[in-house]
């Protein structure tokens, strides 16, 4: 096991991972920018280093800098989080040259698995239903040609995307011109690679990913699926766990399919499982995500299980201590993303309290919200024995949270999880265009 471990992140991820790490009794090294001097990461690590100013360029994806900080304070591992450098094969690469332990899948993986229209080929061969679609298109000519192949409606989307960005949907050629610029802009401005592919648009869905963990002795556990299907500009909004709408025999079924594929790709790490499920019950595989996912803790909620001590001990060489028999998927979990909805200085906070109920945040007394980085201030999970008595608890908790002089979404999700279609479990994807 690692004895001391540099978080390359900030906000709530990078104190959940140090929260982690101290149960472990592993010391942390944090990084901040400049913007960032006062955060509550920074004051819980054991170590703290500046490594630049506050645009992430200059700071959090500063990859030479970094590694600098690792190798300075004698760090063993990099816990990148989610975001940022968690997906840069180039990165992990970098951290393997210097005798670093990448906590993550290794750069060939990696760069394997980023290319999601490669992905699906190989999803496909190891016996998934894939969305049909395209590998990367290299012009607005042959984006026609793919897209009138398929047919009209098609989903654009960027081949190193995620996060939402450099997706679009194209109802008519007559869209396709300005959509293909666009979303080739935009990948390449938040990935660095403009390449994007086509897939056939799946309506009405329900987005539906499976969390797996996978170590180096080949044993692969899922961890059950998540409903993400509250989502706002391909945003997720809520996320819940299990599904209302999946029943036990397709839950069983789709989590044996994800793991008899992660085996045969030879996966290792924490990864998840996109899907969209259709008003068939059919499952279509969409991308793997191979690092942590935001809404990783409603899982662990469900579960009892701890994803970030998981990824480290694989990271470790560690193999798993339990298998598929021994996760329980017991009761309901349901998490809301409390998000800034501008800047601000915090005046006060109160977080909601109670048996099952977990509020994970970076929240202090005087955080200040920046421009600089994504508006995530926490996620508010609560489980219980029933999906209506989880509910119930989560309205209640929504009630109690207080967060003063910073903006929020805290009314919105209220709103969202007291609405009568949420609470039956009857919503999609189109959920919020139609409120």
Known sequence: MFSKILIANRGEIAVRIIRACKEMGVATVAVYSEADAGALHVALADESYCIGAPEASDSYLNENRIISTALLSGAQAIHPGYGFLSENAHFARLCRKNGIVFIGPDPENMERLSDKAVLKELMRDAGLSVIPGTQAVSSLEEAKKAAGKIGYPVMLKACAGGGGRGIRLIRSEAELDDAYMQATAEAASAFGDGSVYLEKYIFPARHIELQILADEAGDVVCL??????????????????????????????????????????????????????????????????????????????????????WQIRIA?????????????????????????????????????????????????????????????????????????????KLRAALCELVIEGIPTNVEEQLRIVSDKRFASGDYDLTFMGSR
């Open 224 to 309: 059950g699926e998540r409903d993400c299907s509250l989502q706002r500009r391909n945003q997720k909004l809520i996320e819940e766990t299990p599904s209302p709408a999946v029943s036990e025999a397709q839950r069983r079924d789709i989590m044996d399919a994800a793991v008899n594929a992660v085996k045969r790709i030879g996966y290792v790490g924490a990864g998840t499982l996109e899907f969209l499920y259709d008003k068939e019950g059919n499952f279509w595989f969409m991308e793997m995500n191979v690092r942590l996912q935001v809404e990783h803790c409603v899982t662990e909620m469900l579960t009892g299980i701890d994803l970030v001590k």
């Open 316 to 392: 470790a060489g560690i193999p798993l201590s339990f298998c598929q028999a021994d996760v329980p998927l017991v009761g309901s979990a349901i998490e809301c993303r409390i998000n800034a909805t501008g800047c601000g200085t915090l005046k006060m906070l109160h977080v909601p309290g109670g048996p099952f109920v977990r509020f994970d945040t970076c929240l202090v007394a005087g955080t200040v919200v920046t421009p600089y980085y994504d508006s995530l201030l926490g996620k508010l999970v609560v489980h219980a024995k029933t999906r209506e008595e989880a509910l119930r």
